[in-house]
Each structure stands twice: as C-alpha cells, then as structure tokens.
C-alpha cells in the first residue's frame, strides 16, 4: 500500500434503517433529525401531508405500514391513541422480522402497551416502552429526553437510534417505569405550564415588558423549562402555532389524575389545573398549543365594561 492510498479515509459505516410509524408533529421532527444523522428513514403516516414532508426531509414515505415495517432494522412508533397502538402491534407482529426492536415512544396507557409488547414477544419482536420528555419544538432541535424502559440489551442496542434525535437517553428500569416517569413529568409541566401564564399575565397588567419579563424571569430562580418554551409564545399569542395541543394534552391529564388516584396521592395543584384546561378546550382552543392557558386566564380576569 502506498502513502497516498494509506491516508485516505475509511467511508462511512451504514447506519441502519429506521423505520417511523406516526408522522404528527413529533414523528415528522423525529424522521428529519434521523435522517440528518445519516439514518436510512422509512416511515407511514395516515395523511399525505405528513408523507409528503417525511420524502422533503429526505426520507422514504410507506403507502403501507407494513412496508416501513418489512424494511426496518429498529421501528419507532408515535402514537395518538391506544386503540392505534392495538392496530399498528398487530400489523408489526404480522409484517416483522424476529429480532426486530420497537420503541413505543407515545404517552399512553400502561397496559395498553404490555398487551402490544406481549403480543410482539410471542413473534420474537421487542417492544420498548420510551415516552419522550419535550415539546414538538424542542423536538425539531433534537432537545428530547428518552425514558427508555424494558429489555435493557434492546434499549442499548437502539441507543445510537436514539442519539439520533434525542438530547439524552435514560435507561428507567423495567417495561412502564417510562410511562411512570413521563406522568411525573407532565404532572410538573401541567402545574409548570399554568404557573408561567399567571406570573406573565400579572407582569402585562403591571406594565411590564412580557419578552423582557420571559427572558428575566427564566434566568432566576422562578425559571422553568415551560416558561422558557411556552413563554415567547404566550408573550406573542402565538399558540395557534401548536407544538402540543390541548386536545392531546387532555387525554395526559386524564393519566395523570388515574396514577395519582391510584397511588392514593393528594394533588392541590395538578386539581387546580384541570379546570384552566377544560376550559381552554370550552374556548375553542382544542388545535392550540397548550400556551394557550395565557389567554384562558386572561379572559377569566378581564375588567368588567
């Protein structure tokens, strides 16, 4: 080998094909920074838009699931329903190979998902439960949390799957100990959520600057990631720009009060939130974000004329 031939670079290693089922706003910024890791990303999605913006990102939109299922070395589901769940487990355990690993990456019911997960281990597939921690917007930053639980040779066996577009990966434990965790999680950003809205309407009907005050108020000890991330939009009344809707929120808020009522735990403020975000969906603000709390309290203070 001469001198010349011996400096040249090794190519790249291929990375695996990773195939995405469910491309709303969390799996279409999933596909695009798999896809800007170097991952071969196949994937499915009910609506053509969503298809068509996982083929801009440079990726491989499925007419079929079972077409993203066949091609996929790891399968990554994001899911709006339980009974979605139930669809896609049987189409995975009808279209894929042993060996495959999936990741359940959806807020959704405990047993719901060791029904999926038990249904795939009798077809020797691995089903992982990892919810993610982080709004749609810090999702397309690749700013996510994983809680990844269950097999723990899959969960690292997906880990570079998950580097891909995620901050960090936190192996929980056993299979629902993500789930437990993501419904600690959303107890905080609902109570998190609400408490920046208060202190950012009382400062504009104080006078003060509402940007000023986000970019203050985040830099001390008040601070909160919801008021980092939802606190511009609240200032801007931009939560028409929906990076978790309120409709989709209600159903975590429905998980979060049967955990806490079922581990017998007294909850002031996660009951104090439930009414401001009934509300929000009374006022039309289902498709909202759910910054949308800025204007729910807003409009419950507004002066009498």
Known sequence: MNASSASLPSPPARRATVGVL???????????????????VVGHDPRSDACAALTAAGGKACAKPEEAIRAAEFLILCLPSDAALCDVSRQIAAAGAEGLIVAETS??????????????????????????????????????????????????????????FARVTYNIGAFGNGMRMKLMANLLVAVHNIS??????????????MELAVKVLADGAGGSRMLQVRGPA????TWNEATMKVSIWQKDMKLIAAALA???????????CVP????????GHAESDTAAVYDVLEKMSAPRT
């Open 262 to 272: 079922e581990a017998n735990v007294p909850a002031p403020l996660f009951s104090a």
């Open 234 to 237: 609240m200032a801007a009344g």
């Open 107 to 164: 807020t959704l019911p405990i047993p719901g998902k060791q029904q999926a997960a038990d249904l795939l281990a009798a077809r020797g597939i691995v089903l992982l439960d990892c919810p993610l921690s982080g709004t749609g917007a810090q999702a397309v930053t690749r700013d996510l949390a994983v809680y990844a639980s269950g097999d723990a040779a899959a969960i690292a066996a997906m880990k570079d799957v998950f580097d891909g």
């Open 276 to 283: 401001v975000y009934n509300a929000a969906m009374g006022m």
């Open 22 to 40: 469910g491309l709303g706003i969390m799996g279409s910024a999933i596909s695009a920074n798999l896809v800007k890791a170097g991952f071969q």
């Open 196 to 209: 920046a809205a208060e202190a950012l309407l009382m400062g504009q009907r104080m006078g003060i600057d």
